[in-house]
Structures are given as structure tokens and as C-alpha cells.
């Protein structure tokens, strides 16, 4: 569903992204792990056209997309719950979810979208009308996903959704991101949440510095000496 | 003394309506892309010329010329911001600042060159007719030219609350990454922003020529002029857009009646410099 290649992205002359190669299968859970600053962000970004990558591509459902704008990347079906949630807080609950649903493939079908995403959280129903800043934390996030469900898109990229969130909060993430897999959602998890990333993904890649250092299955690398010592403490 | 006053406060408010419509120009395009307008007045003086060549040309009224003169100010709004505006939306500010002065010296020359230095207005038949309500009079130029903006800043209002499009230039306003995540197509719709503020100021223009006569040294009086209602209203804010343009017109209007007519900007300014010490977010916002 989706391949990267050999991607090098640079932010002036530092190097973010030093030759990264992943895929993704139809139906996928790919876990992407890494420290602060290893270049998980930049590799969503970059797939979905928000920076643009000096060398390497990525294709999506076989079409090269390497630097097409968002929009354009979004219309064939990828989707985007960014870290800090991004939503937008001046516009009401109902506006920010139909905000998702612009693009031209999402719009026809917005109001049978707009039942499931509000039956999947019922909150933002209750809260329709409320400027979106001020839900809470979790809300915002419930937001943010739903919004990317308003697109419909084929393969969703997670970066850090349960950044900040209570426990409950974080429980709620990874049983919506679970829902979406069984609905066989392609999807790319960034998770600072190591441990239940990698046992939710069947697949992971390990990012230090811009590049992959690691891949394997999520089993695979839960066992390996380098993420228990780095990442998980052990 | 009292009917004097009173009577200028409703001359202010009629003539700070059209003010408010051409500040309200310039509110959505800083609000949304944060660029300042420097050539707006500019902009509202061709809106006044457009409006009396085809007043003088073809015989079409002022009030009727206004959707014409709106498309077009919004189609040269459009182009301008794809071709020369958008390439420095993420430019230092004094740099944007010499390409929107160097455009307003442009639209000025240009319009001296086809018009010449000398006023035009418009001799409308209704210019002279008037309502009378007890003791006052209203102009029905003025009153026309009113009610036409304040029936645009709610198709405006109507456009931001209730179209997609209008939604989307809210979000983009909002949150420009969260616009890009939703798959926003930002920079077209920085277009389209920059055109409908075109049109506002366009429009009002149209609805102006109808009170003053069209000079092309009045573009940077009414540059500073939608600056100071922008500012006393509220950077960004569309109500306080509004707002502004009345009180500014009521301020004017009485100063005129109070002190003398050539002082009336005096009263603006200082108000201005009242707003900066006392009030620095504008009297209309309501957070800082
Ligand atoms: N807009 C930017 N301009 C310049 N440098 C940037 C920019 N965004 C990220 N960087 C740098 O690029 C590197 C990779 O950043 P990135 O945000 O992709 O990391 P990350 O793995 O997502 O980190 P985190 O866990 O903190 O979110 C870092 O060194 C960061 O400082
Ligand atoms: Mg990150």
C-alpha cells in the first residue's frame, strides 16, 4: 500500500530523514519507534507532502506521490492525525469534523460519515456546538481522529496520539486504533508508548538519527536487546 | 444644538457603514494570512473609479454597479495573490511591506493616467432626495449606500458561517498545519481570501462614489483611515471591523459638526492613539 525509498530530507543543512526505507501492507499495523528528535515527524510529514523530501520516493497504491502537495496526497486516501492534534480551536466540534470532509472523495458521503464518527465518540456529539479549544486533551484527540475519519481515508498515519493523555485517555486511543485495524485500516503508529505500540503493530521499524537502525516483526523487536535497553528501559 | 448633533452622530454611522464594509476588507485578508494590505485604499479608489465609468459609460447606477465592480476587484484580488503576493507570504514583513507599498504607487499612477488629477463623481437623479423623520434628515444617497453595505458584510458573514469554502478559510485562519493536515488546499484559498477582501473594499468603493468624488490622492487617506478602524475595532476581528468603521464615522461626522471639517481625521487619530495606550487589542476583542 505504501512504499518509501531510500527518502533524504533536509531542514537547511540539517539532516532529518538520511535514506529511510518502510512499507506498509494493506491492512497493516506498522509501528515506527525512535527518541525525541529521530525523525518520526518528519518521515509523516514528508510522506504526506507537508515537507518535501531531496531525494527518494514514496508511493501510495502505486501511484508515485513524492512531492505532490497535501492535498493532492490526502484526495488518494491518506490520512493524518499529527502530533499536537491540530485541530482547530476557534471553529465549533461540528465544523472542525466537516473540515475533514472536504476533500472530494469525503464529501458526498459526509453525513453518513458524520453518523459513524459520532456513534464511535459519543462525546464530540454531546459537544457539537462548543468552540473545539475547549475540549479536553483526550476530547481534542477523539477530534482529531474523527476528523481523519472524515476524509475516509484508505491509511491512516498516527503520530503520537496518546501524548499527554490520561490512562483512561491512552486506553481509549489504542481501542479506536485496534477498531480501525479489524476494520482492516492500513496504519502508521508513532507511539511513545513503546511497549503496547509494538505488541499492537505486526511490524516495526526502529528510527536513531534519520535512519532505520532496525526492522522486524513487533515481537521481534520487543524482544531485541537494542529496543529493551533504549526503549524500554530494560 | 442637540438636533445638530444628533443628526451628525446618524450622518457618521450612515457614512462609518461604508467604512466599516472597506475595513472589513482588509480585517479578512490580515486575519487570515496575516498580510497587511498597505495598498487597500488603493484598492478603494479603483472600486470608485470602476463605478463611475460605467456609471458615465453605460449609465448603470452606482447601487447596481456594485456586484460587477465586486467581481472584478475580487478576479484582480485572485490573480494578484497567485502571481505576486503568495511567493512573499513567508517573507520578512518590511519586505512585504515594499511590494504592497510599490503596488499601491502603481494602482495611484495608473489611475491618474486614465483619469487625470481632477474628481469625478456621479450625478445620480436621487442625488438630492432625502427622507425627513421628525426633525432630521437622511440623505438617501447615504442611507442607500448604507443599508447596501451592511446587506454585503451579512452575505459575508453568511459566507464565512455557511459555505465550505468559507468554513475552510476560517480553519485555514485558525490552524494553517491543521489545514494542511485536513488536506486543505491553503494557497488556493489565500486566493480566494485575498479576492474577497478585493470585493469588500471594492464594493464599498462603488457605494463611496455615490458621497465623494473619486481622486486618486484620496487611496492613502483611506489606507490609514481602514488601518485606524482595523485597529480601534481589533486586528483580525470581523465585528470589530464594523464597530470601528461606525464609531470612526461618528467621530468624523462630529468633529465636522463640533470643530471643523478639515480637522475631522484629527478626531480619528487621536482616537487611534487613545486605543494604542489604553486598549492595544482594539475596543471590540475580547481577549488580548
Ligand atoms: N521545522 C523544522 N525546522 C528545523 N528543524 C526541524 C524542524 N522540524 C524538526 N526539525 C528537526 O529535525 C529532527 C527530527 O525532528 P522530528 O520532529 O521529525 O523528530 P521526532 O522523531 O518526531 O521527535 P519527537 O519525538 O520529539 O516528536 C530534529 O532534530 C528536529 O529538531
Ligand atoms: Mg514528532
Redesign the interface.
Known amino acids: 500500500m505504501l512504499t518509501v525509498e531510500t527518502l533524504d530530507l533536509f531542514y537547511g543543512d540539517a539532516q532529518a530523514l538520511d535514506g529511510v526505507s518502510l512499507t506498509a501492507g494493506q491492512g497493516e499495523i506498522v509501528a515506527i519507534v525512535g527518541a525525541n528528535g529521530a525523525g518520526k515527524s518528519s518521515l509523516i510529514r514528508s510522506v504526506?507532502g507537508?515537507q518535501t523530501p531531496s531525494a527518494g520516493r514514496v508511493t501510495f497504491k502505486g501511484a508515485d506521490i513524492t512531492g505532490w502537495?497535501?492535498?493532492r496526497?490526502?484526495?488518494l486516501g491518506v490520512g493524518?492525525v499529527?502530533e499536537?492534534r491540530?485541530?482547530?480551536?476557534?471553529?465549533s466540534v461540528l465544523?472542525?469534523l466537516?473540515?475533514?470532509a472536504?476533500?472530494k472523495r469525503a464529501r458526498g458521503a459526509m453525513a453518513a460519515t458524520l453518523r459513524r464518527v459520532m456513534a464511535l465518540f459519543p462525546r464530540l456529539d454531546e459537544r457539537r456546538r462548543q468552540a473545539a479549544g475547549t475540549l479536553s486533551g483526550g476530547e481534542q484527540q477523539m477530534l482529531a481522529i474523527g476528523?481523519?475519519l472524515m476524509?475516509q481515508p484508505e491509511m491512516i498515519m498516527f503520530d503520537e496520539p496518546s501524548l499527554g493523555l490520561s490512562p483512561t485517555m491512552t486506553q481509549e486511543v489504542f481501542r479506536v486504533i485496534r477498531a480501525l485495524h479489524e476494520d482492516g485500516m492500513t496504519i502508521l503508529l508513532v507511539e511513545q508508548n513503546v511497549m503496547a505500540s509494538l505488541k499492537l503493530a505486526q511490524r516495526g521499524y526502529v528510527l536513531e538519527n534519520g535512519r532505520v537502525v532496525l526492522e522486524g516483526t513487533g515481537q521481534a523487536l520487543l524482544d531485541s536487546d537494542r529496543v529493551r535497553q533504549a526503549y524500554l528501559g530494560l | 444644538m442637540l438636533t445638530d448633533i444628533v443628526q451628525a452622530t446618524i450622518m457618521g454611522l450612515l457614512t462609518g457603514m461604508v467604512y466599516g464594509l472597506m475595513a472589513l476588507g482588509l480585517s479578512v485578508i490580515f486575519g487570515v494570512m496575516r498580510v497587511v494590505n498597505f495598498a487597500h485604499g488603493e484598492m478603494m479608489v479603483v472600486g470608485m473609479y470602476l463605478a463611475w465609468l460605467l456609471f458615465e459609460r453605460a449609465g448603470i447606477d452606482p447601487l447596481l454597479a456594485v456586484p460587477l465592480v465586486a467581481a472584478a476587484l475580487f478576479a484582480a484580488g485572485y490573480g494578484l495573490q497567485r502571481g505576486l503576493i503568495n511567493p512573499f507570504i513567508n517573507v520578512a514583513e518590511h519586505m512585504q511591506f515594499m511590494l504592497l507599498l510599490a503596488l499601491s504607487i502603481i494602482i495611484v499612477n495608473l489611475c491618474l493616467l486614465i483619469a487625470g488629477p481632477d474628481t469625478h463623481g456621479v450625478q445620480v437623479d436621487y442625488m438630492f432626495d432625502s427622507y425627513a423623520l421628525g426633525p432630521f434628515t437622511f440623505d438617501a444617497v447615504r442611507v442607500y449606500a448604507a443599508l447596501a453595505a451592511m446587506a454585503i458584510a451579512f452575505l459575508l458573514y453568511l459566507f464565512f458561517t455557511r459555505t465550505r469554502i468559507g468554513k475552510s478559510i476560517r480553519a485555514a485562519a485558525d490552524n494553517h498545519t491543521g489545514a494542511l493536515v485536513v488536506g486543505l488546499d491553503v494557497p488556493r484559498l489565500y486566493a480566494l481570501t485575498f479576492g474577497v477582501g478585493a470585493a469588500c473594499v471594492g464594493a464599498a468603493g462603488a457605494l463611496m462614489i455615490l458621497v465623494v468624488q473619486a481622486q486618486p490622492f484620496l487611496a492613502i487617506d483611506y489606507t490609514l483611515l481602514a488601518f485606524v478602524i482595523v485597529i480601534v475595532g481589533g486586528l483580525g476581528s470581523m465585528p470589530g471591523a464594523l464597530a470601528g468603521g461606525l464609531l470612526i464615522g461618528v467621530s468624523e461626522s462630529l468633529a465636522g459638526l463640533l470643530i471643523q471639517p478639515s480637522l475631522k481625521s484629527v478626531f480619528s487619530f487621536g482616537l487611534l492613539i487613545l486605543v494604542l495606550l489604553l486598549r492595544p487589542q482594539g475596543l471590540f476583542t475580547r481577549r488580548g
Do not use: D, K, Y
Open positions: 504526506h507537508m502537495p497535501s492535498h496526497v490526502c484526495e493524518h499529527a499536537g491540530q485541530i482547530f480551536p476557534n471553529l465544523e472542525n466537516e473540515m475533514g472536504t476533500l476528523r481523519c476524509g
